[in-house]
Nanobody, 118 residues
Framework: QVQLVESGGGLVQPGGSLRLSCAASGFTFAVYAMSWYRQAPGKERELVATVTSRGSSPNYADSVKGRFTISRDNTKNTLYLQMNSLTPEDPAVYYC???????????WGQGTQVTVSS
């Protein structure tokens, strides 16, 4: 019943932009902190950005700070990641995560592929 469905991935040129979305259903989205993770081939999954349940206090990995923006719309149960100035270090599968540690619950989406190529 719980679903996190990422979309918006695809092929983009270096320096280009992409907007990822994560549509949530089956749980109370507005009380969960949300995060974007990514995993490139041969590398560990890494945290990209997080935001609180209220949409405040965004936090970013140093590698994406100033280029990516995480946001959410709790009226639409949707998380976003605006990705600008994409570089060859950014290609990966990007995953959406919902986290409510006080409930002992964490949900993951299946990921969406981002490819950066000229």
């Amino acid at each position: 019943q719980v679903q996190l469905v990422e979309s918006g991935g695809g092929l983009v040129q270096p320096g280009g932009s992409l907007r990822l979305s994560c549509a949530a259903s089956g749980f109370t989205f507005a009380v969960y902190a949300m995060s974007w993770y990514r995993q490139a081939p041969g590398k560990e999954r890494e945290l990209v950005a997080t935001v609180t349940s209220r949409g405040s206090s965004p936090n970013y990995a140093d590698s994406v700070k100033g280029r990516f923006t995480i946001s959410r719309d709790n009226t639409k149960n949707t998380l976003y990641l605006q990705m600008n100035s994409l570089t060859p270090e950014d290609p990966a599968v990007y995953y959406c995560r919902a986290d409510r540690s006080s409930f002992g619950r964490t949900y993951w989406g299946q990921g969406t592929q981002v490819t950066v190529s000229s």
